[in-house]
Nanobody
Framework: EVQLVESGGGLVQAGGSLRLSCQAS????????IGWFRQAPGKEREGVSC????????YYQDSVKGRFTISSDNAKNTVYLQMNGLKPEDTAVYYC????????????????????WGQGTQVTVSS
C-alpha cells in the first residue's frame, strides 16, 4: 500500500519561509517521479514542482520559481519543499503525489497525473 504523509505546514507572515516534508512508503521515490501540488480555496489543484525520476532534474511552475526548492533524501524516502519569500497567494493546502511519469517545462510547467496523493498540509501566509 502506497502512503504519502505530508508535514510542515503552518501560518507564516509574508516574506517568511516554511519547509514541507513528504514521507513515502510502499513506493521508492528514486524510482518514481514525485511532486508537490497545491489547492487554494475556490481554485483548482495545480502542480507546483516535481523531481523527474528519469533524469533527476527538478521543475517548477512559474509563480514559484526562484522561491521554492524541491529536494529529496532517498535514504529516508522523503521529498521536501523549501518555500522562501512566501506570499499571501501561496496560501493553499499542499499535497505531495506520486508517481509522476513525466514532468518538465516547455513554456509552462507540465506533468502527468499521479495515482497516489497525501492528505495535504495547510500553508497560510498572512499579509
Amino acid at each position: 500500500e502506497v502512503q504519502l504523509v505530508e508535514s510542515g505546514g503552518g501560518l507564516v507572515q509574508a516574506g517568511g519561509s516554511l519547509r514541507l516534508s513528504c514521507q513515502a512508503s510502499g513506493l521508492s521515490i528514486d524510482e518514481n517521479g514525485i511532486g508537490w501540488f497545491r489547492q487554494a480555496p475556490g481554485k483548482e489543484r495545480e502542480g507546483v514542482s516535481c523531481i523527474n525520476y528519469s533524469d533527476g532534474k527538478t521543475y517548477y511552475q512559474d509563480s514559484v520559481k526562484g522561491r521554492f526548492t524541491i529536494s529529496s533524501d532517498n535514504a529516508k524516502n522523503t521529498v521536501y519543499l523549501q518555500m522562501n519569500g512566501l506570499k499571501p497567494e501561496d496560501t493553499a493546502v499542499y499535497y505531495c503525489a506520486a508517481p509522476i511519469v513525466i514532468c518538465g517545462y516547455s513554456g509552462s510547467y507540465y506533468y502527468t497525473k499521479p495515482a497516489y496523493w497525501g492528505q495535504g498540509t495547510q500553508v497560510t501566509v498572512s499579509s
